[in-house]
């Protein structure tokens, strides 16, 4: 990652709140999934069966959904091979019953996790399915994100150097000449992002800067160079306003796909949160992790990371 990445440190750094796998997996894939039955089909009818036991129609149908949400085409290829699939599954289950597997005790507690799984997920459905997001949940959320981007966006030159005595040299020779920005960031800026670029950083929104440089930029005019050395956790910056905007502001309806599920993915967090907030939960010991064979190989210690690979700013 380039300096200049990390002097644009949270540049589109507007994120969704994390929330559990399960609201996010409820959320985006299966939101206003479609039944996939064949036309003029009967979903209760058998399909195929196995040894007496059916595979209904129903149950291919379930696993068509499953197909087209990740994008894959419905045709009688694709239906046959998912019934080979779920033929070849069952014949297999089958033998797994007749040899006891079933009634292992590790078995047994896969089947009850993959069955609070399902409860857990259709709960999760039902509530999206009863709780549609409405036209004034969607207005109270796009005015909140309006009034966070609005504001000024900048477009400006810099130049990175280490040492403040580089810095003040550079900006006595900009007060002879400031045409000379463009060669002196391609010679002297340690910013590999932008220097060859003449320290063009683009348009950008202060608040997405380190808070020293994004500082400098707001109060600089136009056409102005800041005529002392902006310190920060890089180095020393000299910066060049070159342009002034509003921030730009998408209309509601252009965000409102994205609005929508971001609305629904909050309403499921605070359903969670509520009902774990409810929950009478006893945690009697944290289970301990099992050191992998790579991890219990490695070295004690480790080399700090570098600091091209600093996080982002919320």
């Not at 993915?265 to 009478?280: E, H, I, M, P, R």
Request: hydrophobic share 40%; proline share 6%; with cysteine.
């Amino acid at each position: 990652m380039s300096i200049n990445s990390r002097v644009v440190l949270g540049r589109v750094a507007t994120a969704v709140t994390a929330i559990s796998f399960l609201a996010l997996a409820a959320c985006t894939p299966k939101e206003g999934d479609k039944s996939v039955a064949v036309p003029g089909t009967d979903a209760s009818k058998p399909a195929a069966t196995v040894n007496g036991t059916v595979i209904t129609q129903k149950q291919v149908d379930a696993i068509m959904t499953q197909q087209a949400a990740r994008g894959l085409p419905d045709t009688p290829e694709t239906r046959k091979s998912v019934l080979d699939n779920l033929t070849l599954q069952l014949i297999v289950a089958q033998e797994a019953s007749k040899k006891g597997l079933d009634k292992k005790a590790e078995t047994m507690d896969q089947i009850e996790m993959s069955k609070q799984a399902i409860l857990a997920d259709s709960f999760i459905q039902d509530y999206i399915k009863t709780n549609p997001v409405t036209d004034a949940m969607l207005a109270a959320e796009y005015d909140k994100i309006k009034s966070q981007a609005s504001g000024n966006q900048y477009k400006a030159r810099h130049i990175l150097v280490e040492k403040e005595d580089e810095a003040k040299d550079i900006i006595a020779k900009l007060k002879k000449d400031v045409k000379a920005f463009d060669g002196l960031a391609k010679a002297k800026s340690k910013d590999p992002g932008s220097k060859d670029k003449g320290g063009d950083l683009g348009w950008f929104d202060p608040r997405g800067m380190v808070p020293e440089f994004g500082a400098a930029v707001a109060k600089l005019e136009k056409n102005k160079f800041t005529e002392e050395p902006v310190k920060s956790q890089f180095g020393y910056h000299v910066i060049l306003l070159e342009d002034t905007r509003e921030n730009p502001v998408p209309t509601l309806e252009q965000v409102k796909p994205n609005l929508s599920q971001r609305v629904q993915q909050q309403n499921v967090k605070k359903l969670l949160d509520d009902l774990k907030a409810k929950a009478k939960i006893e945690v009697v010991a944290a289970p301990a992790a099992t050191p992998s064979p790579e991890s219990s190989a490695a070295p004690s210690s480790a080399p700090a990371p570098s600091a091209a690979a600093e996080a982002p700013k919320k």
